[in-house]
């Protein structure tokens, strides 16, 4: 496989922009390899500078849930940018995707667009801080929720794969106030709120966590989380950028029918546009600026061709609602692969999936949190990741990442998949 003009371009990249890349785990760094250079995408291929093709399972990290460049949603964009495609003022189009939000997503019944999923964060947590009057914030130990100072506290995704949970630039003082704990432990979330739940302003949590690879949630564990936030006056935030739109239409609070009071979103709702987004009960809405005290702004918040892209990729799910039980069933069939190929060659594999997410796991026992995640043996899935590449399929470079299934993956795409992880466990067999 030819990369010469991918090396090219990284050693160039790497003079003038740190490490080479917009975002650290792009850099291929965990498993110890070049990335390609990307060209272009369409469906569910994407092109390298070399010439390259492969089948795309990182989907942008989340949001190409029906592929990429998908026609109607190209349209959609351009018709935007012919019109202009910044105003700094109000638009049809945010209410538009404002009120598909709320009819979609169970628990929002007001939304407030941004730019990223993590400005949703960091103006989800103001917002709560505010309306408790209160400091501490509770998160999970793997959990990623963007990079704001507040929650960079044992952070999964890039933190996790460069060991770096705590970034250095951010004040000790500034984290003080931020709680971790054990993501499906119910015994301990219990003790934290029976020592502090009086100064707890919010627990924030990937209902189905997808940062330290994917790990489903004990659905106990989300209801005791609702109960304890509820009896103790805290504010539940479902951080669902990722799993807003992904593991169904409404998202991992409709598909686990447990409801938060904030949610957070990004990836899907911009249809590969930069935007995130987050809203929830209404008297809680209701103190943001300028309808209240909390102040957030932004100058290229409710972006109309970012929302042109949103509207058209919600469309096309809600109109289409065959799309989830088809994109599920492709995953299912790669978890099937997986772990028939690890019986057969007698790999150590533990495989978690959630719909159209997955992750393969290089450790033989369950995975359900931080602890038991890193036992995974980050060698063979570099080992493995190497392989798949070289066979053309585009994986997540992290053994602490989530595969995404598209629409867009055909027949033959995932019959090529299922034959490259034989293969490539063969090879780590040999
Ligand atoms: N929250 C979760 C659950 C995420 O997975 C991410 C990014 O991957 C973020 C927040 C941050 O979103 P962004 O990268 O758009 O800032």
Redesign the pocket.
């Known amino acids: 496989m030819d990369n010469a003009r991918s090396q090219e371009l990284f050693e160039m990249a790497k003079m003038i922009i740190p490490g080479g890349v917009n975002s650290p785990v792009r850099a291929f760094g965990p498993v110890g390899l070049k990335p390609p250079f990307i060209l272009k995408a369409k469906g569910e291929k994407i092109f390298d500078a070399d010439g390259n093709r492969y089948i795309d399972y990182v989907g942008s990290?989340?949001p190409m849930i029906l592929g990429h460049a998908r026609a109607e949603v190209v349209e959609a964009v351009k018709k935007a940018a012919e019109d202009g495609s910044s105003y700094g003022a109000p638009t049809e189009k945010e209410v538009v995707l404002a009120q598909m939000i709320c009819d979609a997503v169970p628990s929002v019944e007001m939304v407030r667009m941004v730019n990223?999923?993590?400005?949703a964060?960091m103006s989800a947590v103001r917002l709560a801080r505010a309306y408790t009057g209160r400091d501490a914030i509770v998160k999970f130990e793997g959990c990623?929720?963007?990079?704001w100072d507040g929650l960079l506290v044992k952070a999964g995704?890039g933190a996790l794969t460069m060991g770096v949970p705590n970034s250095p630039g951010v004040p000790s003082d500034y984290v003080k106030s931020t709680v971790t704990a054990c993501y499906n432990d119910c015994l301990e979330i219990q003790e934290i709120f029976a020592d502090i739940g009086s100064r707890i302003a919010a627990v924030i949590v990937?209902p189905v966590a997808?940062?330290m690879g994917l790990v489903p949630p004990d659905i106990e564990f989300l209801k005791l989380l609702r109960r304890l936030t509820a009896e103790h006056g805290a504010v539940l935030i479902f951080?669902e950028?990722?799993t807003g739109f992904r593991v169904s239409y409404g998202g991992a609070q409709e598909y686990y029918g447990v409801l938060p009071d904030i949610t957070?979103l990004?990836?899907i709702i911009g249809g590969g546009m930069p935007v995130?987004a987050y809203g929830g009960r209404r008297d809680i809405m209701k103190l943001v600026s300028p309808s209240g005290p909390v102040y957030q702004a932004g100058t290229l918040s409710g972006n109309p061709v970012a929302m042109a892209a949103g509207i058209k990729t919600l469309e096309i799910l809600r109109d289409n609602p065959s799309i989830y039980s088809e994109t599920d069933k492709k995953a299912e069939r790669l978890e099937k692969a997986f772990n028939s190929s690890a019986e057969r060659y007698e790999i150590p594999l533990h495989v978690n999936r959630v719909g159209s997410a997955l992750s393969p796991f290089f450790t033989r026992q369950p995975v359900s949190d931080f602890k038991t995640a890193v036992k995974s043996d980050t060698r063979q899935f570099a080992g493995y990741f190497g392989e798949m590449l070289r066979n053309g399929i585009y994986l997540p470079p992290s053994q602490f990442e989530t595969m995404f299934v598209s629409h867009a993956h055909t027949e033959a795409g995932i019959k090529t998949t299922e034959q490259a992880i034989g293969a490539a466990f063969l090879r780590l067999k040999e």
């Open positions: 990290w989340g990223s999923g993590t400005e964060v990623y929720h963007g990079h995704s990937e997808g940062n951080d950028v990722i957070t990004g990836k995130g």
